[in-house]
């Protein structure tokens, strides 16, 4: 459990105990609601993080949206959308096993994130990692219609594991998930993953 959860759920249960107590008593059913609502969108689970070498693994739990290629400093790479509903865990996760070279926070709108604009006029927080392979890899959180805070835990320079928890972004929102375009995809639109679990695609092994 992310203890935002507990937060939340703990304003529902004070809101529910005065609202019993100064006006009906089952207009407390509301907060009491939301409260259980909070708790149970804030659950962290325990993840079976892949081991075979170069696996790059799901940021995020939601749905497979678009697959595309984009330029990185003239350099073509290939991006895997994941777009995240209220019913989704948020909690976020390292793709990959490296260091953390560069973190960027932009402020911006709250579109919904299916649309393709949102991964670049929203609010988002932008991580570079070099990975043990050598290889850059960069991952999106992206606010989306509903969400109104990016939490993001490593700082520049820091070493983050396969899997590792570095974050969540609180409700609706969107994760874009950067490969070097000779990487091998493993995953098609439509598809469900689950952050730290499921295998987006394998890093090109030799050299490069």
């Known amino acids: 459990m992310v203890r935002d959860g507990y937060y939340y759920a703990l304003a529902m249960l004070a809101a529910a105990v005065l609202l019993g107590l100064w006006t009906v008593p089952v207009l407390a059913a509301v907060p009491l609601l939301l409260g259980a609502f909070f708790l149970w969108f804030f659950r962290d689970p325990e993840r079976d993080i892949p081991v075979n070498a170069g696996a790059v693994v799901s ?8 697959i595309f290629t984009v330029q990185i400093d003239g350099v073509p790479y290939t991006a895997v959308s994941i777009f995240l509903s209220v019913f989704n865990v948020h909690v976020n996760r390292a793709p990959a096993a490296g260091v953390v070279t560069g973190v960027e926070y932009r402020r911006g709108k709250y579109l919904n994130a299916m649309n393709p604009a949102s991964a670049e006029l929203n609010e988002q927080n ?6 043990d392979d050598g290889y850059r890899l960069v991952f999106k959180q992206i606010a989306g219609l509903l969400a109104r805070r990016i939490v993001f835990s490593p700082r520049l320079g820091d070493r983050l594991e396969r899997g590792q928890r570095i974050g969540l972004i609180k409700f609706g929102s969107r994760c874009d998930l950067v490969v070097p375009a000779g990487s091998t995809i493993l995953v098609k639109i439509g598809d469900r993953v689950q952050g730290g679990a499921s295998t987006v695609a394998l890093l090109p092994q030799g050299e490069h």
Do not use: E, F, R, W
């Open 59 to 66: 940021p995020a739990d939601g749905k497979v949206t678009g």
């Open 126 to 131: 932008i991580c570079t990692m070099s990975t």
